[in-house]
């Protein structure tokens, strides 16, 4: 598998359709939609949404 680094957007794309449990678990449209916007904000802004001092413990 390519590094992330080395992968364009298409590409890592094309390796999420592929692989969609392997990114985020359970497969569901709620959560393939909730990756995208998540992946979008971090592109636009830079930074997670969520940082990981305001995740819930697990």
């Not at 680094?5 to 985020?24: H, L, N, V």
């Amino acid at each position: 598998m390519t590094n992330r680094i080395d992968m364009s957007e298409r590409e890592y794309f094309a390796q999420f359709a592929k692989r969609t449990g392997m990114f985020m678990g359970r497969t569901s449209l709620t959560g393939v939609t909730a990756f995208m916007v998540g992946y979008d904000q971090t592109a636009v802004t830079g930074e997670p949404v969520i940082s990981e001092d305001r995740c819930p413990a697990s």
